[in-house]
């Protein structure tokens, strides 16, 4: 989606303006404190840049699934630190999102202060995009500023709502994601490589399905090889498999075969009796996983294979690992391809978009996290755009430009 079809901070004179900027901080925590601040540092310049340019800068966000419920350990109070940390710049904090509460808080801030409001998802109309809700929230700000791309495949209040009531835009984050994503799918360079892997093919289907239509090579790894491998008639053993979804897979090749898109499966596995770090382990043929063991990894042929068919693509669009990577050294496989991925990517052979939870994980395991072309901070978000589906919060900024 090139960027010239939303508005940007660059299209509004800030200067003075409440600004409503949705951001995505929904990030992990363990007792009340952040263990990763990738979606804070990244949503950062947006608000800084908003602050320098004299915007009175009022945060919203989601945290958890409250359910319309005021949870305590689901309360943006913790965030607080982090924001202003990463900002630079002290962040106020009001106890609610909308009200007489949020509307005093507003009411005192001066050009180039930051706000956080409370969760917005501690009211159950948030989530339903109720319009009397988005009023509320609306009465806060002059305009709206999206830079929460990991939460656009919500149709809510903060997402959808407020881009059809205030002047809406993208902020920086929303840009750059949307732009390397175009990059990736919407106009890349040929050929294109797809590395799907996980657990499950059922959670995959509509990206397999979107994809195969779109890329001319397409790596499955991890447990959902083992459901197209048994679709074939090749046993996988223990192996995590979906007996039931051998039908859909075989589909999903034959539409492969159709666009011709080259769906490459494993052609060696490393297997072990149990689902165990530092299982004792074994390479075989990916046709002769024995009964009593499972597949939690590819082969050194598979890696090699999979290496030089990646060496012919110029783009690279990665969700999922290929082996049970947060168990050593079932690792091996996820870390040696997303290593070549990074090599041909500080070559300027390839641009390498990746994303999902898992994923990010294990390429910043792989310690090539920073030498992608670009890593999304969204996950159930980046599955929905490779599904090729419409995210309702870039839709909505679309509409409003
Ligand atoms: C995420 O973490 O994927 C986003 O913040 C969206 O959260 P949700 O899945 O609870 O809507
Ligand atoms: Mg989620």
Request: proline letters at 5%; charged letters at 25%.
């Amino acid at each position: 989606m090139p960027q010239t079809t939303f508005k940007t901070i660059d299209s509004f004179d800030v200067a003075g303006k409440r600004v409503l900027v949705r951001l995505d901080l929904n990030v992990p925590m363990k007792n009340g404190k952040v263990t990763d601040a990738t979606r804070i540092e990244r949503a950062a310049p947006t608000v800084r840049e908003l602050a320098d340019k004299g915007a009175k800068v009022i945060v919203l966000s989601h945290f958890g699934r409250p359910d319309g419920k005021r949870v305590p350990e689901m309360s943006l109070k913790p965030l607080v630190e982090p924001l202003s940390k990463a900002l630079g710049k002290p962040v106020a904090f009001a106890d609610d999102c909308i009200g007489t509460v949020a509307e005093e808080a507003v009411r005192v801030l001066k050009a180039g202060d930051v706000l956080l409001l409370e969760n917005l998802r501690f009211h159950k109309e948030e989530e339903k995009n109720d319009k009397a809700f988005t009023d509320k929230l609306s009465v806060l700000g002059d305009i709206y500023i999206n830079d929460a791309f990991s939460a656009a495949h919500r149709a809510h209040a903060s997402t959808e709502g407020l881009a059809n009531r205030l002047p809406a835009g993208a902020g920086r984050l929303m840009q750059a994601e949307l732009e390397a994503l175009d990059k990736a799918l919407g106009n890349p360079r040929r050929p294109v490589c797809a590395v799907v892997g996980g657990a499950k093919v059922s959670t995959k289907l509509d990206l397999l399905g979107n994809l195969v239509g779109k890329v001319d090579k397409l790596i499955i790894g991890g447990g959902m090889a083992n459901t197209f491998m048994q679709a074939q008639g090749i046993a996988v053993g223990k192996s995590l498999s979906e007996k039931d979804l051998a039908r859909t897979a075989l589909e999903i090749l034959e539409k492969a075969k159709a666009a011709k898109c080259k769906v490459l499966l494993p052609v060696d596995v490393v297997v072990a009796p149990e689902f165990k770090a530092g299982a004792p382990n074994k390479v075989v043929d990916s046709k002769a996983c024995p009964d009593d063991q499972m597949i939690l990894d590819i082969g050194p042929k598979s890696i090699a294979l999979y290496q030089s068919e990646l060496a012919e693509c110029a783009t690279l669009v990665w969700n999922g690992p290929l082996g049970a990577f947060e168990i050593k050294p079932f690792d091996a496989g996820t870390v040696a391809l997303a290593q070549a991925a990074a090599r041909q990517t500080t070559e300027k052979k390839l641009i390498s978009v990746a994303g999902g939870g898992d994923t990010v994980a294990a390429l910043e395991a792989a310690h090539v996290a920073d030498k992608f072309t670009y890593i999304s901070t969204a996950g159930g978000a980046f599955l929905e755009w490779m599904e090729g589906k419409t995210l309702p919060g870039v839709a909505a900024l679309i509409r409003a430009a």
